[in-house]
């Protein structure tokens, strides 16, 4: 029986591969679940025909850095700072999370992604209270229908009824991931790939850091992702986990450093010699006092850098916005260089088509998928979007790459595939019920709502286990 096959024509195909010319008006060809062929006027048999005129064909968006599990707690965070989240969301929230919270907030903002055109998302996944919120958290992602790497945190929730923050003995979490990594992830075919979410790198002594990396190693970790170098709040770490790493000779390709707006010059260095990676997260760093986004230094320096959505209990979680903010921040900052030295800008350097890398190519780079999705190249996986230009908002927007980063919301994408198969249609997710996950994610927040409001923050806030886990304090 021959593989299902769907034409995709006469939209302006964004390849995002330097190799293959984008077509103003062009057709992508998939196969399976392989993109066939791109080209101008593809003559196909036995194709179902997506007409695309008048839409921006491009590869999926690539999330390197996202909490899913706060999907039914959005705007908790919005207003806070670093320390506010560690305390009321890592520390508060989070240990009143049921197993059906965690598939919930992994389905429904799995879904949100998925919506918004984000193929791929690093899951950093650190609500894992018990083997069956692992269980649960991952079978949201999975049957949500998305790619990803799902990285088991190992993070220690405290408990409350009543309150107590126990010391964390970490040993049934690791023996949990083995037996993911031995079960439900042993394949490294995909769509789901397993990671490692150590716990925060910045509070232990090193040679923990390092044990958790090796452990890591030992399952056969897709990545491994560590939030380091956030600015103010990380001048405690010296030196740092980045070099400490590079030290120990642990800093490698599955190493995902997350944020890293504090990395020197030499720091950078190594993380492109060594082959590891970053995952920028624009929004949140600036708000949450990380420092400015190490985006174009980290582009100068040639290391690999993505783009990542972050703390969906802050921020909603498509990329359109994260891309907008990168853009902005790496802009102003070169114009204050300018500022500065009594100069002007004029041409700006850091351009559309660039952070539209970054969120595509640049993000499958960084966590190691780049020959399998990140640009429209035949052979490589069918992760494709269809955005349209018909709506107030992008009508007459004539730049498909200006498109896609100033103009474009999650309601203008049209069509997804993931893995050749077809996850939106027409602007609607297929074979979702959304009024019943609306109904389940607004009770699980409700409850959520009435046991967080339950605890005594100030006495949470005292507490030595928030000292010791509070970023910055």
Known sequence: ??????????????????????????????????????????????????????????????????????????????????????????????????????????????????????????????ILNS????????????????????????????????????DFDPSWRLDDARRIRKGALASDDGPVYMGLAPAEVEKPAFEAVAEEVRFGREIGAKVISCHVAMGGHSVHVRPSVTTNLGRALLLGPDILLVHGNSLSRHELGMVRDHGAAISATPEIEVQMGMGRPILGAALRAGAKIGLGVDIV?????DMFHPMRSALVEERGADNDVLFKNDQIPRRLEFRCRDVLRVATMGGAEAIGLDSKIGSLTPGKKADVICVRRTSFNTMGAWDPEATLVHYATPNDVDSVWVDGRAIKRNGALLGVQQPSIVEQVWASRERLERQYREINIDQLRSTKGYQRENYGN
């Not at 706060?70 to 999370?97: K, P, W």
């Not at 209990?313 to 979680?317: E, L, M, R, Y």
Request: net charge negative; aromatic share 8%.
């Open 1 to 126: 029986m021959s593989s299902r096959r769907t034409l995709i024509r006469g939209g302006h195909v964004l390849t995002i591969d330097p190799s293959i010319p984008d077509l103003p008006v062009g057709d992508v060809l998939i196969e399976g679940n392989v993109i066939q062929a791109v080209g101008p006027n593809l003559q196909v048999a036995d194709a179902e025909v997506v007409d695309a005129k008048g839409m921006v064909v491009c590869p999926g968006f690539v999330d390197t850095h996202r909490h899913t599990w706060q999907t039914q707690l959005r705007t908790v965070a919005s207003d806070y700072t670093l320390s506010d989240y560690g305390l009321n969301i890592r520390l508060g929230y989070s240990s009143f999370y049921e197993p059906q919270d965690a598939f919930l907030g992994n389905y429904a903002g799995a879904l949100e992604a998925l919506n918004a055109g984000v193929t791929t998302i690093v899951d950093h996944c650190h």
């Open 131 to 166: 083997p069956e919120h692992a269980d649960e958290a991952l079978r949201g992602l999975r049957e949500a229908g998305g790619r990803a790497v799902w990285c088991y945190g190992l993070f220690p929730n405290p408990k409350h009824h009543p309150f107590r923050f126990d």
């Open 313 to 317: 209990s802050n921020i909603g979680g």
